[in-house]
Structure formats: C-alpha cells, structure tokens
C-alpha cells in the first residue's frame, strides 16, 4: 500500500510516520515543506493543479493529512488549516488516484464540554477560538468532499516530544527548573482544567488503523477520561522524584475580568502571589467545573475548563483503544525535560 503522508515533521506526523514504516506492506511519502520530506510542497500556498499531477504521478492508496499549525494569528491559522485542507480536498478530487483521505483533526472544534460528560462525535461543534473555527472549516470541508474520507479528532496528545507550549510540557519545565534551581515548593496556576490525554503513539496507531479500515465521517481518538491537570502534576512530581509540595495558586485575572466586581468591592485589587504560571496561556479555572461562584476562565483552545471523548466510535469502527497509561507519557516527557537540567 502506497501512502502520502502530509506534515510527517509536525508533532502528530513524526509518529505516524514511524509507525507507517513500521509496517512492511506500506511504501511511505513524505510530503512537506521542510528539507527532511521526500517532496517539498507548501499546502497553504501551492496550487491545486501541481498536486494533481504529483497525486497522478505517484498514485498513493491512502493521503494521511496531519498538516497544520496550532499557533498565529487567525489568518495564519486560516492558511494552514484551511485553506491547506481545501487544496488536498481539491487535489484528490480531480486526481485519478482514488486515494482514501484520513484526515487529523482535533477536539478544539467541539469547544467547552460541561463538565462530567463525554462528547461523542454527534455533538454540535462550537469552537470558542480561531484555532477549533479553522480546524472546523477543514473537518467540514473534508465531510462535504465526496470523498472516501475519515476524520480524527484527536483530544489531548502527549508523550515523547511533546511541545513545551503545550500544558504537560510547560508543568514539566516548571519542575525542571524548580528542581535545578533546588526549590523547596512550588507554585502553578491553571491546575483545574481537565483534558483527555492520549499518548501521541496511540495516536499514531488509531491513524494507521483509520487508513486500513472502511470508516467514514468523524472518530474520536482520546482515553474516555478526563484528567485534572492538578493530578498530572502530582504524577509528575513522582516520576521526576521531586519531593517538594505542589502548591496551586488562583491564575491571574485576565484584562477583561480585572475591576469586574464579581469578587471584589470598588478599589480593591488582587495581589498574584509570585508563582509560575505554566498554564496560564492554555487558561481553564483554577478550582473545578464552571459555575455561578466559579467563572470558566477563557483559553485559548476555546476548549473550556472540561473536555472528555467518548471513544467508542473508534473501538467499534477501527478496533482501537489506547494502550499507553498517562504515566508512562509522563515519564516520557520528563526524560526530556530532565535532560535539559
């Protein structure tokens, strides 16, 4: 089976490519707009045309798309995203190939979940920033495409490699520095927001399993568990044996809420306690599920204080389930990070 995989050097596409080569029935091209692909195409900004031809040239059974970008502006956003998708879509469509798209999207298209429930995948998207409205628009072009595809929605990935920017990675360089700079506590914020991790590598195996099988529309790919952010770092501490207490400490107020009343009387302000604050980017609330006396505070995700899949769509249709617990994807992430001590 010959299969092009687009953005092989991102995050989710250097694990799909290992795992793709891994099976000897698979022939693997690497489409990207790095040196280190077989072919150098920009998606965002090539034309439709000149992929036909390379799509008629080179025939691939299977187009694994994990192209993308998570961070920019909105209109960068668009471009990647979007715009990326609809020239795939496009290209497929007037090539000869007949190849079977398998197309990585993401949870950030389903937005903020109330807490306690699983989303499966007959839920109304609403994504509360630029980046789940720009994975949207790609998902539904793919749906409305015609074509013989399946898209994923991946909910939290980590493991080996995981970003810095992203909240695990951030929760292991602040207990990176802690531990070099032999601090006796410490202090995060953004504890409370609970996400559905799912090893990057089991990510990798669900996309192989989604170009082998028959599978249409959306698939979820998480655990079906959500997980505080407040006990991944507990776990942390263990694996990387730092014996210090974990303080967390309310996020800082964002501009909008500063001088909004709800807490505090006419004057009065708040004084952030000196702490890191390594989820403060990714927001959520800093002590359980949104409610009257505990605003959600918004993040950049869109994804709220709560997120949690309902997998069995992809138990049922593509024969997987995750396999690698959070702690082994922690320990993963602090090899690395204690590497950099």
Not at 241 to 267: F, K, R
Request: with cysteine.
């Amino acid at each position: 089976m010959r299969v092009l995989l687009l953005g092989a050097s991102g995050y989710l596409g250097r694990f799909v490519a290992d795992r793709l080569l891994a099976d000897p029935a698979v022939q693997l091209t690497a489409l990207g707009r790095g040196d280190e692909a077989d072919v150098r195409f920009d998606l965002s900004t090539g034309s439709p045309g000149a992929l036909t031809r390379f799509l008629d040239a080179v025939h691939p059974g299977v187009v694994i798309n994990c192209a993308g970008a998570t961070r920019g502006g909105a209109r960068d956003l668009t471009r990647h995203n979007t715009v990326s998708t609809a020239t795939v879509c496009e290209s497929l469509r007037r090539s000869a190939c007949g190849a079977r798209l398998v197309h990585v999207g993401c949870a950030a298209e389903y937005g903020p979940s109330p807490a306690g429930s699983s989303t499966g995948e007959d839920a109304v998207p609403r994504p509360g920033g630029p980046y789940g409205v720009s994975k949207l628009a790609a998902t539904e072009l793919v749906l409305a495409s015609g074509l013989d595809a399946v898209v994923l929605r991946v909910f939290s990935p980590v493991g080996p490699g995981t970003p810095a920017g992203s909240p695990l990675g951030r929760l292991a360089e602040a207990m990176r520095r802690a531990m070099q700079q032999n601090d006796s506590e410490l202090k995060l914020g953004g504890l409370g927001v609970q996400r559905d991790f799912v090893d990057v590598r089991d990510v990798a195996r669900a996309v192989h399993a989604a170009s082998l099988s028959a599978a249409q529309g959306v698939v979820n790919i998480g655990t079906g568990r959500a997980v505080r952010l407040r006990d991944a770092a507990s776990v942390l501490a263990r694996v990387a044996g730092y014996t210090g207490p974990v303080h967390e400490v309310d996020p800082p107020l964002l501009p909008s809420q500063a001088g909004a009343g709800a807490h505090h009387g006419p004057g009065q302000h708040t004084q952030q306690p000196a702490a890191q604050h390594p989820l403060a980017h990714h927001g959520g609330p800093g002590h359980g599920p949104p409610g009257p006396g505990n605003p959600p505070v918004p993040s950049p995700d869109g994804c709220g204080s709560w997120q949690q899949a309902d997998v069995r769509t992809a138990r049922d249709r593509l024969g997987w389930r995750p396999r690698i617990g959070l702690e082994e994807s922690l320990a993963d992430i602090w090899m690395e990070a204690a590497c950099r001590i």
